[in-house]
């Protein structure tokens, strides 16, 4: 089943004359699994996740019940986590939030600003996660969710990423040093272009070789 | 909507800033009495601490909440939430009413002003009605510049939103009275017209400040004056509150 189709000749960018990215060829996603956003910085990775969720001035309104983290998100600083879970999600989601966080190792008792920048970026996304369990998304669009995070932390976000594909569509955007599982498909944004990319992509260097070959056209 | 209300009143419980504040009313209950002459006419205490608590009160509302205000609405920015729950499908307005919302902080603070005056109340010779009276439209006058404060951290950093969010307050407090004064001595035709227009654009915000009708225990305001004056400051607040959103709704 198709969640989000994406037809070809797309434009998106901040300005209608000024696009940063086009579709050039019809992009369909399905209601689960995981892709991976990929691409050089400043091509326009963050440009086409606003633009999915509604956030920029040309797209067309928020999708229906996504969730989107950003990549630079703040809980509020001086509120311990748990607090944070208390105040705005419902039983099962703080409890999933709870649980989450015991598997990252965040201190979810202690103020935000207290935590070190790695607990800090490992509580927003595990409190994401759970805003998507709360009000039941259909999407979890996660921008550079792994940066600062060190290679034991990586690794156990892939258990919470792994668990979340099952449920709903995912999409990550990251520079991935280490995949601990093939991702269904990459979305590649590459010369203002957004392809979609299907294959085997067991490691970075397989992906690596998709942003720099010359052509994107290396469906499998 | 209601998550990021919720989100907010926990973050401003937790900020701790009302402890300053309630340390602040304690200390000058005590030391209120240090400003009448108390050895002489034991009888003014009750009144001092009265007139002190409501200064106090006003002087809060106008300069404290809207620092607080603008770094409500500055945070929502910076910290990327606005992006965060559009994306989960709340609209721009909803969103602005939550973070407008806050201002219910500042109904607790006058509330809470209100109960320790009648508490003194009893007795000084001020009437309970006059006290209510006063607190509504103090009240009132303190949430006008909410909407703006939150609306113009969207363009402009929490500083300068909470300096010309200070200036607007001051500007309706103490600028009504200064250009009345230019109103009644100017001699031009065209100079009266210009006072008169200033006058009437200008925000009252003195209708807030009742510190005079606590201070020498004036009888309440008869009723229709009273709606009037509350149905002007709404009036603002409603004003205040469009600017803000178009503020607001621009900038994302």
């Given at each position: 089943m198709k969640l989000i189709t994406i037809p070809a000749g797309t434009a998106i960018g901040y300005r209608p004359n000024q696009p940063i990215i086009k579709a050039e060829e019809r992009i369909e996603l399905p209601s689960k699994g995981l892709f991976l956003l990929v691409g050089q910085n400043g091509m326009g990775k963050t440009t086409f996740m606003k633009h999915l969720v509604g956030c920029l001035p040309q797209s067309k309104g928020p999708m229906d019940r996504a969730v989107y983290l950003p990549?630079?998100?703040d809980l509020p600083e001086y509120l311990p986590p748990r607090k944070v879970?208390?105040?705005c999600l419902n039983h099962e989601a703080r409890r999933q939030f709870l649980g989450d966080a015991n598997v990252l190792k965040v201190e979810v008792g202690k103020e935000f600003y207290k935590l070190s920048k790695g607990n800090k970026q490992k509580t927003v996304l595990a409190f994401a996660i759970a805003r998507a369990t709360d009000n039941q998304s259909k999407v979890l669009l996660l921008d550079e969710p792994l940066s600062g995070l060190d290679y034991a932390v990586q690794k156990d976000a892939w258990i919470l990423f792994n668990r979340e594909r099952q449920r709903r569509l995912v999409i990550l955007s990251m520079h991935p040093d280490h995949i601990e599982t093939p991702p269904d498909a990459l979305l590649v944004i590459k010369n203002g272009r957004i392809s979609k990319v299907e294959g085997n992509f067991e490691s970075w260097g397989d992906i690596e070789r998709v942003l720099t070959g010359e052509s994107l056209t290396v469906s499998v | 909507m209601k998550a990021v209300a919720n989100l907010l009143l926990q973050q401003w419980i937790h900020a701790r800033a009302w402890v300053l504040v309630a340390a602040v009313f304690?200390?000058?209950?005590?030391?209120?009495?240090?400003?009448?002459p108390w050895e002489v006419d034991p009888t003014l205490i009750p009144l001092a601490r009265c007139q002190v608590i409501y200064g106090l009160t006003l002087v809060i509302g106008m300069v404290?909440?809207?620092?607080?205000y603008a770094e409500a609405g500055r945070s929502q920015l910076t910290r990327n939430h606005r992006l965060f729950w559009r994306a989960q499908g709340l609209s721009d307005s909803k969103y602005f009413v939550a973070v407008c919302g806050i201002c219910f902080v500042a109904a607790a603070a006058v509330v809470l002003a209100g109960t320790v005056i009648l508490l003194l109340v009893r007795s000084v010779d001020l009437s309970v009605a006059s006290l209510i009276q006063s607190m509504i439209l103090t009240y009132l006058a303190v949430i006008v510049c909410a909407p703006l404060a939150v609306g113009m951290t969207q363009w402009v950093n929490s500083s300068p939103a909470t300096l010309l969010t200070i200036v607007f307050n001051c500007v309706g407090l103490f600028g009504p009275a200064s250009v009345n004064a230019a109103r009644n001595t100017a001699g031009a035709k065209g100079e009266q017209v210009?006072?008169?227009?200033v006058f009437t654009v200008i925000p009252?915000?003195?209708?807030?400040d009742q510190s005079e009708r606590i201070t020498f225990c004036w009888p309440p305001i008869p009723m229709q004056g009273f709606v009037e004056?509350?149905?002007y400051l709404i009036g603002w607040t409603l004003f205040s509150f469009c600017i803000g959103y178009v503020c607001w709704r621009k900038r994302l």
């Open positions: 990549e630079r998100f879970a208390k105040s | 304690v200390a000058a209950t005590f030391l209120a009495k240090y400003f009448v404290l909440l809207p620092a607080l210009f006072w008169e227009t009252q915000l003195r209708l807030g004056a509350c149905g």
